[in-house]
C-alpha cells in the first residue's frame, strides 16, 4: 500500500511536467518552419512567388490538424498586399492608354494640327492684303482695290491712283465706246433706220439679243442701247451699216484709236465679244477722255433707263443701264460703259465727280459681278479720306 502510495505522486508530477505529453504535440513547432522557402525566394507580396508562397503552409495544416490556426493566419498575409496588385491595372490604365486609346488620341491630335493648318494662312491673306500699304502712320491713305487692273486720273490726266495700268488684257463691251465714236465722227444720218440681219447675230459665242433679225430701229436709238444697255446685236448692226462694212469699221476703230495715242489698244469687232479686243487701263483713260467730249455718249450711257420704239412693231421695248451706280443715283456721272467676258472679267470706265473734282476711273478684270462698282466706291471713300498713290 505504502508502495502505491510512492508512485501516485510520482505520475502527478508527470502530468503537470512542462514536458507532458512532448511526445503527442511535437507538431506544433513544425508551423515555425512552415514555410521551408527556398533560399533566396522573393517575399515581395508583388511579386509572383508571393503568390505562390500560401500552398506549402496549407500542406502543413492538414497534415497537423491544430496548427491550422496559424496557417491562416500565414494565409491571410499575402492577401493583404494582393489588393495592390490587383489594383496596379487600373493605375496603369490611367497613366498609360490602351493602344486604342492612343489611336484616337493621336487621331484626335491630327485633326487638331491640320485644323491649326487651315487657319494658319490667315496672315499671309492679310500680309498680302496689305503689299504696298505705307507705313502705319499712313494706312488711312491706302485702299484696296480688287480688279486687277486700274487707274484714276483727274481732268488733266494727272494720274490718282494706279494698279498694273499697262498691262494688256480683254475689254470686252468697253470696246463700245470706241464704235460710237467712229460712228459719230462718220457723219451718218442718226435718224436712217437699219434694219437687223442674221450676220448680226453672235455666232461666236450665242449671246441672247432681245432685237430679232428683222427688227428696225434709227442709227440714234441703235446707238443708245448699244451704249446705254450694251446691246450687243445693235452695236453689230452699227457696224454693218459702215460705208465698206464691217471690215471699214474695224480699220477705222484701229485708226482712232492711233489717233488718240492708245498704243496697246487692238479691236477686231464692233462689239467686245471678240476677245481679242485688248487695251490698257492707261489707253482706256484716253478713251475715256475722248468719248466724254461727245454729248450723245454722254447721253445715252448715263441714263437709267430708257425705251425704245422700233419701227417695225408698235410696242416699246424697255432698256436699263448695266451700270448700277448710274441706277443707283449717289454719284455725279458724266460718262459710264461697262463690259464682261469670261476673260475679260468684270469691267469698267466711268467719269464722275468726287469733291467736285471731275474723275476717270478704270477698272479692269474684276474677279466679281460687282466688283468694278465696289471699287469705285472704295477708291471715292479713299479720296475723301485724302488719300492718293500710285504703283
Not at 74 to 99: G, H, L, N, Q
Not at 206 to 225: A, C, E, F, K, P
Not at 228 to 237: G, P
Amino acid at each position: 500500500m505504502l508502495g502505491k502510495l510512492k508512485v501516485l505522486p510520482l505520475a502527478i508530477a508527470l502530468i503537470l511536467s512542462p514536458g507532458a505529453g512532448a511526445t503527442t504535440t511535437e507538431a506544433p513547432p513544425k508551423p515555425a518552419a512552415v514555410a521551408p522557402a527556398k533560399p533566396g525566394t522573393p517575399t515581395d507580396a508583388k511579386s509572383p512567388a508571393a503568390k505562390a508562397a500560401p500552398r506549402p503552409a496549407a500542406k502543413t495544416a492538414a497534415a497537423g490538424g491544430k496548427p491550422a490556426a496559424p496557417q491562416k493566419a500565414a494565409a491571410a498575409k499575402p492577401a493583404a498586399p494582393a489588393r495592390p496588385a490587383a489594383a496596379k491595372p487600373v493605375v496603369t490604365a490611367k497613366s498609360t492608354p490602351s493602344k486604342g486609346a492612343t489611336a484616337a488620341t493621336a487621331s484626335k491630335g491630327q485633326g487638331r494640327v491640320a485644323r491649326t493648318d487651315r487657319v494658319q494662312p490667315a496672315p499671309a491673306r492679310v500680309a498680302r492684303a496689305e503689299e504696298g500699304a505705307p507705313p502705319v502712320a499712313g494706312r488711312e491713305h491706302w485702299v484696296n482695290v480688287e480688279s486687277h487692273s486700274a487707274m484714276v486720273v483727274d481732268s488733266t490726266g494727272r494720274e490718282i491712283y494706279s494698279k498694273n495700268p499697262d498691262e494688256v488684257m480683254p475689254i470686252a463691251s468697253i470696246t463700245k465706246l470706241m464704235t460710237a465714236m467712229v460712228v459719230l465722227d462718220a457723219q451718218l444720218p442718226l435718224d436712217e433706220v437699219i434694219t437687223v440681219e442674221p450676220e448680226d447675230r453672235d455666232y461666236l459665242r450665242n449671246t441672247y439679243s432681245r432685237l430679232q433679225v428683222g427688227r428696225q430701229l434709227t442709227r440714234r436709238d441703235m446707238l443708245h442701247i448699244a451704249l446705254m444697255s450694251s446691246e450687243n446685236r445693235a452695236a453689230a448692226a452699227l457696224g454693218r451699216a459702215y460705208p465698206g462694212g464691217k471690215a471699214a469699221f474695224i480699220r477705222a476703230m484701229n485708226a482712232k484709236a492711233r489717233a488718240l495715242g492708245m498704243s496697246q489698244t487692238r479691236f477686231y469687232d464692233s462689239t467686245g465679244l471678240d476677245g481679242s479686243n485688248v487695251s490698257t487701263a492707261r489707253d482706256l483713260v484716253r478713251l475715256a477722255l475722248a468719248a466724254g467730249r461727245y454729248p450723245i455718249i454722254r447721253e445715252a450711257t448715263t441714263t437709267s433707263e430708257s425705251a425704245v420704239l422700233p419701227l417695225d412693231r408698235g410696242t416699246p421695248m424697255l432698256y436699263r443701264n448695266s451700270n448700277r451706280l448710274v441706277r443707283g443715283g449717289n454719284w455725279e456721272i458724266s460718262l459710264s460703259k461697262t463690259g464682261y467676258l469670261n476673260e475679260a472679267g468684270r469691267c469698267l470706265v466711268m467719269q464722275a465727280e468726287v469733291q467736285d473734282q471731275p474723275l476717270v476711273f478704270v477698272f479692269l478684270h474684276g474677279p466679281g459681278k460687282l466688283t468694278p462698282m465696289g471699287d469705285a466706291s472704295r477708291i471715292r471713300a479713299w479720296l475723301e479720306r485724302g488719300g492718293a498713290r500710285t504703283g
